[in-house]
């Protein structure tokens, strides 16, 4: 970065907080997805003046500004394609307040987001969304990208618990948009668009999300099943029978054979899927809720169902399903995660098409996810320095997302646009809405500073490239 530049960034923040050093720059190019980008210079600002006057600086001499949080993205969102400035958010971690009486949190972007889960249960209080990384993803960068995690089944997703925000627009202004209150509809909901914009609107430097009463009691049941099809069925029909679990999660054998091979936990090696179904809500309806989830699971054909007698169990079951990653990252050195998401009818159709994917290429394709809401996570293990091998992902990873869109579904449900999925997002969007939103961009962000390379294809882009 040019020197006249740097002495403009000294007038407002201290050298110490400006990284410059090639092993520091390098720390910063690169998230929990693929790719490597190398940013100019790394700030780490305290507050939101400081980010106000980064922003103006690069609408005045026409450099990228990257907002990066704990870089735990799966989809390249932080990623400095262009170079530029990386902000890293992690120092605007002070602010962390639970109001018990209106039933809120305001919060800092730096806050790691399992702090707030434990700050609100202290109180009695619960914040639902919670995806996997919650113990080490901060709450600015799952508002950005809207990730949920297992539980948006029975209480929807991120962008229903935000209802304010203090954000720094991409040409430098702070504003408010929202406010404490539920009910708002005063103008343009700008809250909603911010949220999950994957930081191409808005850098988002204080926010108000909305907590529910901590359910009363809660039960888990381990179903496993011979046959994935068998599975699915169990699903639609604990839907249709009137249970709405908190969370209902799938993982299939391929995944039940990683974990057991990473730490053994128990689990049927001999099955093709399990499910893991928790309830939540009052002592009484769990009991009966649970009691439906297992009738219906043994009508369904599944050679094992437990019910998890106590917490002890209950976090032995969770254990299985939150080991998934950590055990398919030991099965080879590269690891593409996707999110495509279809309608829950479709998931039996869904998952016999990534069979289908995974003996085309002859790829290490393991699936798990949000059953419940038809969020799958297809995950390929591959080695990046195999050229072959990454042309074959590349294709499977295009055949993925088009078999997702002709089932009635999305590109992603939680992981964001970012890098990896902009190749396909007129397929699923049409060209006018497309160009819909590139409008919106353009308003917003007219020297195109914030966040670019993201969500939007570049010219002529149709497939994702990870060689």
Known sequence: MERHILHEIETFIPRERMLLDLADRYSYSFDASFGEYLPEIVIQPKNAEEICGLVKLANKYRFPVYPRGAATSLSGGPLPVEGGMVVDMSRLNKKLVIDRENLLAIVSPGVITGDIHRKAEEVGLFYPPDPSSSNVCTIGGNLLENASGPKGLKYGTTKEYVIGLEVVTPTGELIRTGGKTVKNVTGYDLTRLIVGSEGTLGIVTEAIIRLIPKPQAKKTLLAAFNRFIDSGHAITKILSAGVLPAALEIMDEYCIRAV????????????????????????????????????????????????????????????????VSPAIA????????????????????????????????????????????????????????????????????????????????????????GLLKAPYMEMELGKECLAMMKQIKQAWDPNHILNPGKIFPQPSQTKVVLT
């Open 260 to 323: 057991e091979n990473y730490q053994p936990s128990g689990l049927p090696l001999d099955a093709e899927a399990i499910l893991i179904i928790e309830v939540d809500g009052h002592p009484a309806a769990v009991d009966d809720e649970i009691r439906k989830c297992e009738e219906i699971c043994l009508a369904q054909q599944a050679m094992v169902v437990k019910v998890a007698a106590n917490k002890s169990e209950q976090d032995e079951i969770w254990k299985a399903r939150k080991m």
């Open 330 to 417: 030991q099965m080879g050195p590269t690891k593409i995660s996707e999110d495509a998401t279809v309608p829950r009818d479709q998931i039996p159709a869904m998952m016999d098409k990534l069979k289908q994917i995974r003996q085309k290429y002859q790829l290490n394709l393991v699936v798990f996810g949000h059953a419940g809401d038809g969020n799958l996570h297809p995950n390929i293990i591959a080695d990046k320095r195999n050229l072959d091998e990454m042309k074959r992902v590349e294709d499977a990873v295009s055949e993925i997302f088009e078999a997702a869109v002709a089932l009635g579904g999305t590109l992603s449900g939680e992981h964001g646009i």
